[in-house]
């Protein structure tokens, strides 16, 4: 039997969540910020692109403003407010320093100190491959955590007011190997739908009805480390810190 997930710390005011494209943070994780911003911690969202690659019938400038809406649509469901995209291109986001340092510059800025991201790795497990995008930003996003603490990384960040800030920890959700988890029974329908906003991206997928298929996905998300969190619907995280 697996280890059982440990609960996630909850002595902390601030969370920043860095992800590659709108819908990212919905296939699960949104059902975990509801709680939190439930118990009145603040959490804010930095999207690298707009998602504009995303649907295959809809030309880029014609998807993003598209996207983008529903993305702050569904922000809202789960009680984030605070929603910046960075207007990297979707599909083909790049390691390196000019997105390691945009992000150090929001940790400094928004000065969380929790910041949540996605699977940086390879896969999603057996039989899957996670996409460039993803790789990309997830770890980009863990070098900024280190790179936001470090005054002689991007001085010029000092320079724009940006002063070194070093988060507590980092959440990375979408892994095959979480150690904590946030229960989210009383949250499992503001995430569902928070991901049924995403109307437009979601018909364009499948031709399920939009909102069977968020409860769908967030369900099956919802169950596959509870047998590990003590039979509770959850949202698992490797913690680092």
Same mark, same amino acid.
């Given at each position: 039997m697996p280890d059982e997930l440990a609960p996630m710390p909850t002595d902390w005011q601030r969370a920043l969540a860095i992800v590659a494209h709108p819908d990212d943070l919905e296939y699960g994780v949104s059902g975990a910020i509801a709680a939190w911003t439930a118990e009145g911690r603040e959490v804010s969202y930095l999207l690298a692109t707009r998602g504009e690659a995303g649907i295959d019938g809809l030309p880029p400038e014609e998807a993003a403003p598209l996207r983008q809406s529903e993305?702050? &649509?569904?922000? &809202? +469901?789960?009680? =984030?407010?605070? =929603? +910046?995209?960075?207007?990297? /291109?979707d599909g083909v986001v +790049?390691?390196?320093? &000019?997105? /390691?340092q945009d992000l150090a510059r929001a940790i400094r800025e928004r000065r969380p100190e929790l910041v949540i991201t996605l699977n940086h790795r390879e896969s999603w497990g057996p039989g899957s491959w996670n996409s460039a995008d993803h790789r990309a930003v997830g770890t980009a996003a863990l070098d900024a955590v280190a790179d936001a603490g470090n005054r002689w990384i991007f001085p010029e960040l000092i320079a724009q007011g940006a002063q070194p800030w070093q988060a507590r920890w980092i959440a990375v959700a979408g892994t095959q190997h979480p150690t904590h988890a946030v229960d989210i029974g009383a949250t499992l329908e503001r995430a569902v739908a928070s991901l049924a906003a995403h109307r437009t991206y979601l018909e364009a997928l499948s031709d399920e009805p939009h909102d069977r298929h968020a409860r769908r996905v967030v369900e099956q998300a919802a169950h596959l480390a509870a047998a590990r969190f003590g039979g509770r619907p959850c949202v698992g995280f490797e913690l680092i810190g």
């Open positions: 993305q702050l &649509a569904s922000a &809202a +469901e789960v009680g =984030v407010t605070s =929603v +910046e995209f960075l207007d990297y /291109r +790049e390691h390196g320093p &000019a997105l /390691r």
